[in-house]
């Protein structure tokens, strides 16, 4: 049974940091491309970062240069370090997989909600001003 697990959300201040990981088991990981989307309150889920089997990141231009996604295959953990965090990124933040061929991000970052083979249930983030 596809499983993905997310932790490491909570409440800082704005500024401050955050690292979410997300545990993968049940399949074979480096298939995936893999990616980390939020939700704010009201709000549609968007895309935020996605990794491809290879490595290669892509980034919402809104946390280009904050955020860092990062993958180990062995391993089977996807994380996120989120520095200098602001109050618009509260959100609950859920990791996702998506089957591609090789493993790629063929639409980066944003990769289309529907394609979307497994969803993790969310990690809550909320930053205070």
């Known amino acids: 049974q596809v499983q993905l697990v997310e932790s490491g959300g909570g409440s800082v201040q704005a500024g401050g940091s955050l690292r979410l990981s997300c545990a993968a088991s049940?399949?074979?990981?480096?298939?995936?491309?893999m990616a980390w989307f939020r939700q704010a309150p009201g709000k549609e889920r968007e895309g935020v970062a996605a990794i491809a089997s290879d490595g290669i990141p892509s980034y919402a231009d809104s946390v280009k240069g904050r955020f860092t996604i990062s993958r180990d295959n062995a391993g089977m953990i996807l994380k996120l370090e989120m520095n200098s965090l602001k109050p618009e990124d509260t959100a609950m933040y859920y990791c996702a997989a998506a089957l591609t061929s090789g493993g790629r991000c063929p639409f980066g970052y944003k990769q289309p909600l529907a394609g979307m083979n497994y969803w993790g249930k969310g990690t809550l983030v909320t930053i205070s001003s």
């Open positions: 049940g399949y074979v990981y480096r298939t995936y491309c």
